[in-house]
């Protein structure tokens, strides 16, 4: 009986595999189905062997491939079918709902239910769900990337909100082979710009900027030439600072015109139904960004491009730790080995919800799902966590601790072979040198000494009476269609910095 398929439908969304992952999982994936069926006719020492031969199987294929979702919730599932592993695979799973940003809900649920049979006190073999076949077989995941300080709405009863996420999970009905199949070699851009221009209507137009294939809507190629640039400028620091490496494929950026213009790509594009306020989404499965972006404004456009890059030597990056670092990539100053982080309007939205604000502690356990607010009483507190995490990278990059810390979560968190675990709590602790107690306290000190410093010392931009940040964006569909804001306009996240406008410092 084949058992793997059908859960891996109901717990994670298909993502992209490469050739080798392809070719050596399903060996694996039979060995954990011989295991599970010895298990079930109740033959302890067939289930052992085939447990003993599944675990060899996946050191080689781990030493060959690195960690992927896939291999932990195989690793998972089966350490709690043994009473001695099933402490181990309780964190892989618990590791999956943390992390997997690509989780539906019928698949968290399910992921949550194994966790919860792997837990029990008195535990029994832990059930394997069967197939819902109501699920979709192929979805794309993608991050939809929004549009803040906020997308300012009015509700009916003329309560006024905004919706202050930046990343959401947006479901595709375009199979994930149909979309890979775009992907074009680096050896070929022009093929890139040529079938990229082909989705679009006609009088579209692009360039070429190293690996990214650029469109624009207008006839002005500069335009698009501009935006490559801007977005070459991240690629440097990316891989210098955290070894995010550069696409493999022609990244494929979309330019649009406006907010409206997003939504227009992501249906045409993507069969994507976005949640309000985008202004930037990203989609791995073809490589490709769309969103509102200028020769000297692409914060938002880099944002994405971080989600795209990371997954490719670090397919399992928590929530905290790959968000925090791509909403401060938005509004950095990218340099030729490093990023320059400052105060931005990050910090003012957590100076806003600061009572609101997870602990260190919490911030390190809070899954991809708290990062959304749901409903509109869930707004603030989704707006708190998600500047804290953004601020929070800042605050390790001003104690030297940023690279430390990053490449410790990347390598740490389960060794190689998967054969050990150490919490993020415990990495943050031991890089840092204090309990997150202790480091709690002292972000909220430092924090509110750079607030006051600001207080007395005001910025460029505040003394020329502009925004620190990103004005609310025109023409969004739904509810903040229905706002009435004469002077809106689609701006993303960073400007680029004339001589006379220099980012303020940190203290």
């Given amino acids: 009986m084949k058992l793997f398929r059908p859960v891996v439908l109901l717990v994670i969304v298909l993502g992209t595999v490469s050739s080798a992952l392809g070719q050596d999982l399903p060996q694996i994936e039979t ?59 309780a964190k892989f799973l618990l590791d999956i709902v943390q992390n997997n940003r690509a989780l539906n809900h019928a698949g968290e649920e399910e992921l949550r239910r194994q966790l919860a049979c792997c837990t029990a006190p008195a535990p029994t073999v832990t059930p394997i769900s069967n197939t819902r076949p109501d699920l979709p077989r192929d979805i794309a995941d993608s991050s939809a990337h929004f549009q803040s300080p906020g997308v300012h709405g009015d509700m009916k009863g003329g309560y006024n909100f905004k919706v202050d996420n930046e990343s959401a999970i947006a479901i595709s009905p375009i199979p994930a082979s149909e979309l890979m199949a775009r992907r074009v070699p680096l050896s ?107 020769p000297d404004a692409c914060g938002s456009l880099a944002h994405e491009l971080v989600h795209l890059l990371i ?29 320059k982080f400052a105060w931005s309007w990050r910090d003012d939205t957590l100076s806003q919800n600061f009572g609101l604000r997870p602990s260190v502690a919490e911030l390190l356990e809070t899954p991809w799902t708290r990062f959304s607010a749901v409903g509109y009483f869930e707004v603030p507190r989704a707006a708190a966590i998600q500047a804290m995490a953004a601020v929070f990278i800042r605050y390790l990059d001003v104690k030297g601790k940023l690279s430390d810390v990053y490449f410790a979560v990347r ?39 750079q607030k006051s410093s600001r207080s007395r010392t005001p910025t460029n931009s505040e003394v020329n009476g502009e925004s620190n940040a990103p004005g609310v964006p025109c023409e969004v569909p739904n509810m903040a269609a229905q706002q009435q804001q004469p002077a809106c306009e689609p701006e993303i996240m960073n400007r680029r910095n004339t001589p006379n406008q220099t980012p303020p410092k940190p203290d």
């Fill in 31 to 89: 060995v954990w189905e011989q295991t599970l069926e010895a298990l079930g006719r109740g033959e302890s020492q067939k289930a052992k062997d085939l447990f003993a031969n599944f675990n060899r199987k996946v050191r080689a294929y781990i030493s060959a491939n690195g960690r992927s979702w896939q291999i932990e919730y195989l690793v998972g599932s089966l350490n709690c079918q043994f009473p001695d592993t099933r402490a181990s695979g």
């Fill in 311 to 339: 997954k490719r030597n670090f397919p399992v990056s928590p929530a905290w730790l790959e968000e925090g670092l791509a909403s401060q990539v938005a509004v950095a100053m990218p340099e030729t080995n490093r990023f």
């Fill in 188 to 294: 070929e851009p022009e093929k890139a710009l040529a079938s990229a221009l082909s989705r679009l209507p006609e009088g579209a137009t692009g360039g070429i900027v190293d690996e990214f294939a650029v469109t624009t809507s207008s006839s002005d190629k500069s335009r698009a030439i501009g935006i490559g640039r801007c977005l070459q400028a991240y690629t440097p620091p990316l891989k210098k600072q955290f070894e995010i490496e550069p696409s493999a494929y022609m990244v494929t950026i979309y330019t649009a015109d406006s907010a409206r213009q997003v939504y227009e790509y992501a249906s045409r594009l993507h069969g994507l139904g976005l949640p309000q306020g985008v202004v930037a989404y990203s989609v791995p499965e073809d490589v490709s960004l769309s969103g509102v972006g200028y």
């Fill in 411 to 449: 390598d740490q968190h389960f060794s190689p072979d998967l054969s050990g675990y150490k919490s993020y709590r415990e990495i943050v602790e031991e890089k840092i040198g204090q309990n997150v107690e202790q480091i709690d306290a002292d972000f909220a000190e430092w924090f509110q000494k």
